[in-house]
């Protein structure tokens, strides 16, 4: 009786990762093409500049940076001026490496 249980469980088991199994398979290379374009959008938007963008403009572009950190980017950039170079970001309290090196696609001057 007991091995009857243990056999309903597992078979059970089986279905169900059998099931979950096949809802994360590979995609058909349909499916990767219709996922192309929305990966060619990503790589090709717009960068975004930090010596002319207003503090809601920056946090909608920057991964990571939401409205505080871009106020302080603009108010960082009034008081010292243009930056001259996107690394001087890291001069920006709460702009850590980390944070400037993820959205470098995304900048410019």
Known sequence: MKNRKLGAAGLALTIGLMMGLSAHAA????AAETKAPAQ??????EQVSINQASA???AAALNGVGLK???????????YGPFTE????KE?????????????TRLKL
């Open 69 to 79: 950190k871009a106020e302080a980017i603009v108010s960082y950039r009034e008081q």
């Open 56 to 58: 809601e403009e920056l």
């Open 92 to 104: 920006v309290p709460g702009m850590g490496n980390a944070l400037v090196e993820r959205n470098l």
């Open 27 to 30: 995609p058909t290379a349909k």
């Open 40 to 45: 060619a959008a990503t790589l090709t938007q």
């Open 86 to 89: 996107i690394s001087q970001l």
